[in-house]
C-alpha cells in the first residue's frame, strides 16, 4: 500500500487537481470531531475515508488514536496540525529527533504530501537535519525516497554507483536544481551551447543559394555547479566539448571556485589526453600525458605551474624515453635520452645548471662525444669544443667552436698515448656536423 502512494508522490508531484474528501479526526484527548481535507496524496487515511465513506455522504470520523500505532508525541502533533490545514509556511521541523520521528509516520501512512513538507523542512535547515539521512531508525525505503529528491553533489558515492539509483534519479526533473539552507543552490548539468562558423570561401555577390559554412566549431559546457550567496561561493564541475563539423575533437573536464582551476582536470586532444591537478588557477601537483590508447607519454610534477623534479618520458612499449630534471620551471641536473632498448642505454646526456648548458654527452655508435659549453667558468651558449672519446675510454679526437661562426676552428686528433697526430684548421666560415660528422659552410 505504501509503495502504490510513494509512486503516485512521484508522478503527481505537482498535481493539486487530486480529488479531495472532507473528513473528522478522533485524534483522543476528547478531540473527535477535527475536520480535515485529504486526497489521495494522503495514503492510508484516503483509503480509510474511502472504505468508511465512499460516498462522502456520511459524516463519520477516523479514529486515529486506535489504528495508529504510539508515535512520537511531537512529531504526532505536528502531523496532526499538518493535517488540519493550518499555516504552516513558517513552520519548521527543528530537531533531528522530530524529523526521524515524522519521517516514521511518513513511513507508516504514505503521506506524499507530508513527505514533501518534511523535504522542504529538510532542504532549509539542511546543516542541523542532514544527519537523519544515515540513522538506523529510518527505513531504506524512506532513505531511498529522501536521496532521490536531493542534488547529485550531495549524494554519497554508494548512492552515484548505484546504477538503479541513479537511472531513476536521473529520470526526475525536480532534484536537478535544488536549494538548501535557504541560499544553496545546487544545479546539475546546466547545458550551455555555443556555435561558431568560419567560413573562408568568397561568395559570388549574384549567387542567390547561400552555401553551407565550411567549418563549423560547436561548443557544447555541462555544468554542475555549487552555489552559496552569502559570502559568494561557487564551486563548478565543468564538462567542455568542442565539435569540428560534428566530431568531437577536445574534451575538458575541470573544477572551479569562484572561476579559479581548482582540483584535477583533463584535456584529450583527439584521443590524447592530459592529466593534472590544479590549486588557485595553476597547476600543482602531477601532471601526465596519455596516447590515444591509453599508454602514459610523460610524466612530471608541477608546483605552482612550473615542473620542479625530474620528468620522465616513455617509449609506446612502456620503456623510459628521456628523464629531465628541473628546479622551478627550468633545466637544472641532468637531461637524459635513453635508445629503445630492454636495458636502458644513454644515446644522450646534457648537463644543466639553472637553465644554462654546461655540457653535452653524445653515444654515436658507442663512441661518446662530450660537448663543453663552460671557458673560464663562464658558460656560453654554443659549445666551446666536442671531445671525442674511445669505448675505453681514450680521447682520440678534439673539435674547437665547431658550430660557432665568428672564430676559426681546430679538428685536432690523437694517438692511444694522448700525443697529437693530426691538427686541421678550419677558418670561421665552417661548421661541423656531429649527426653526419662532416664539415659544411
Known sequence: MKQKYRQSMSDNLYDTSLPVKHVKLNIGYGITQLPITINYDTGILFSLAEDLNPNDDVDESIDISTLFPKFDDSALSL??????????????VVDRNTMINCLAIYDYTGDNNFFRYLLKCLLKLWTVLSP???SNRISEEVKWELWLHLPYQLLPESWQLDVTFMKTWRSRKDNKHVVI???????????????????????DEGDEEQQAPVNQTTIIKKVTSYVRQHDDVNVSSNETEELKNGKVVVVITSTTHNDSLQGKATLDFNGD???????????????????????????????????????????????????????NG?????????????????????????????EQVFNLRNKFVVANYVIDGKVYQLPESYSFYEPDGTLSRVITYPIDSTVDKHDTAYDDDGNVIDDITYDKTWKYSIKTDEWYH
Request: charged content about 30%.
Open 330 to 358: 627550468v633545466f637544472d641536473g641532468f637531461d637524459t635520452k635513453y635508445f629503445n632498448r630492454p636495458i636502458p642505454v644513454m644515446e644522450l646526456k646534457i648537463e644543466w645548471l639553472d637553465g644554462n648548458k654546461l
Open 132 to 134: 537523519v539521512l544515515y
Open 181 to 203: 539552507n535557504g541560499d544553496e543552490i545546487f544545479d546539475f548539468e546546466h547545458i550551455i551551447e555555443g556555435v561558431v562558423v568560419n567560413d573562408d570561401e568568397d561568395e
Open 273 to 327: 589526453k592530459t592529466v593534472y591537478n590544479t590549486v588557485n588557477d595553476t597547476d600543482n601537483g602531477p601532471y601526465m600525458e596519455y596516447d590515444g590508447e591509453g599508454k602514459l607519454k610523460s610524466l612530471c610534477y608541477k608546483i605552482d605551474g612550473k615542473i620542479h623534479g625530474t620528468k620522465v618520458y616513455y617509449y609506446d612499449n612502456g620503456r623510459i624515453k628521456r628523464e629531465t630534471q628541473y628546479n
Open 79 to 92: 502531523y496532526i496540525y499538518f493535517l488540519s490545514g493550518l499555516d504552516t509556511t513558517g513552520i519548521l
